[in-house]
């Protein structure tokens, strides 16, 4: 929940709204807005804010990006 608001906050001004999960030991986070959500971007920004909260569990991250109405991704990506 943390993570949703920081990530919310940060990425206000872009009018991108995110969704965060964990499945199966996976942290998930998609990004929606129009226009599509930059996948570098967005990965800078998780990055930026997971070192600034130092989880105490190490999840494997993917990101995902969509249009705003659409279920499918338009793209996804791993965090190593």
Known sequence: ALLKTRLNRA??????ETMVGI????LQVIF??????DAELMQL???NELSLLQPT???RVKLFGRLPGTIMPAWS???T
């Open 23 to 26: 499945t199966d030991g996976c």
């Open 32 to 37: 929606e807005a129009q226009p599509l959500p």
């Open 57 to 59: 569990q190490n999840y």
């Open 77 to 79: 990506q791993d965090i």
């Open 45 to 47: 920004v998780v990055r």
């Open 11 to 16: 990425l206000r001004l872009m009018q991108t």
